[in-house]
């Protein structure tokens, strides 16, 4: 695959939120960093199932990311091991892609739609992005406002889903996706 100019610039930004310390590296800890703080934000202690199953898929990919990202296998994963992984294939397809990124979102439904109407407020759109991703509220704010397509003031799932893909899949600099984790470094 070949990893344009604005895709390098999208997956510098991606491995950032993935990079919950900030040491420069993704490592396990991250993983189970960023998901303790989601737990927290939303009231959620360890062993409630929607967080307990957020953490196994957390793990998850940490375990794939690790097998095919971490080239010299000392536990981490650095930002260019992160995007040689996405140039050899770490994504196949957007239909590949949804079938291995709809149980994340939904469990990050599970945990964020605290009214269980299928649908996050701007509100729930904001804590789980900041609390798992380190996203800041004005960014979350308009990332959300992008995603609201008819205005009323939610999203659901698919509005999730639909932008992920086009983060990954659309070289688009004015797509919703393009936007999916707050605006890009220049």
């Not at 991606?14 to 900030?22: E, V």
Request: hydrophobic share 35%.
């Amino acid at each position: 695959m070949e990893i344009s100019p604005f895709l390098d610039r999208k997956l510098t930004r991606r491995f950032d939120t993935f990079d919950s310390d900030g040491d420069g590296f993704i490592a396990r800890e991250d993983f189970e960093l960023s998901v303790a703080r989601l737990g927290r934000e939303f009231g959620l202690e360890p062993e409630t199932p929607p967080l307990r199953r957020l953490t196994e898929l957390s793990l998850g990919l940490w375990a794939h990311l690790s097998t095919v990202a971490d080239a010299d296998a000392d536990g981490r994963i650095t930002v260019r091991e992160y995007k040689k992984a996405f140039a050899d294939g770490l994504l196949e397809t957007p239909d590949s892609f949804d079938d291995g990124y709809l149980p994340f979102l939904e469990a990050i439904m599970a945990i964020a739609d605290e009214d269980g109407d299928g649908r996050l407020s701007e509100d729930e759109q904001v804590r789980w992005t900041g609390a798992l991703m380190g996203m800041p509220e004005t960014d979350a704010k308009e990332v959300f406002r992008r995603l609201d397509h008819d205005g009323n003031g939610h999203i659901t799932t698919d509005d999730l889903l639909e932008a992920i893909r086009e983060f990954y899949f659309d070289d688009h600099p004015g797509s919703t996706g393009s936007w999916l984790l707050g605006p890009l470094d220049p």
